[in-house]
């Protein structure tokens, strides 16, 4: 069973940045899929960024060039830098786990993100 921890979210003004974190219980280079999804008040959960295979990187793109995903594997660790915060960018940020391109997902428990005006 993988257990998927977040942490680091928050309340910061427009323009701000925040980085979120998610500690994984096992090895993430064992990991197909490493990604970051949020969900808005009355919007279908989304894709933020994602790390595929290790190297490949996918980003929103409302959140191109405002956010960057990275990993520390002696961490089991992958992060989430969210730089220029817009309003738009409150949600519930979610951490996701896929160990290869067959199997089911896993979840963190959320963190939430508020930016105000």
């Known amino acids: 069973q993988v257990q998927l921890v977040e942490s680091g979210g928050g309340l910061v003004q427009a323009g701000g940045s925040l980085r979120l974190s998610c500690a994984a219980s096992v090895s993430i280079g064992s990991m197909y899929h490493m990604g970051w999804y949020r969900q808005a008040p009355g919007k279908q959960r989304e894709l933020v960024a994602a790390?595929?295979?290790?190297?490949?990187?996918n980003y929103a793109d409302s959140v191109k060039g405002r956010f960057t995903i990275s990993r520390d594997n002696a961490k089991n660790t992958v992060y989430l830098q969210m730089n220029s915060l817009k309003p738009e960018d409150t949600a519930v940020y979610y951490c996701?786990?896929?160990?290869?391109?067959?199997?089911?997902?896993?979840w963190g428990q959320g963190t939430q993100v508020t930016v105000s005006s």
């Open positions: 790390i595929t295979s290790g190297v490949i990187t």
């Open positions: 996701n786990a896929r160990a290869n391109r067959f199997s089911l997902d896993y």
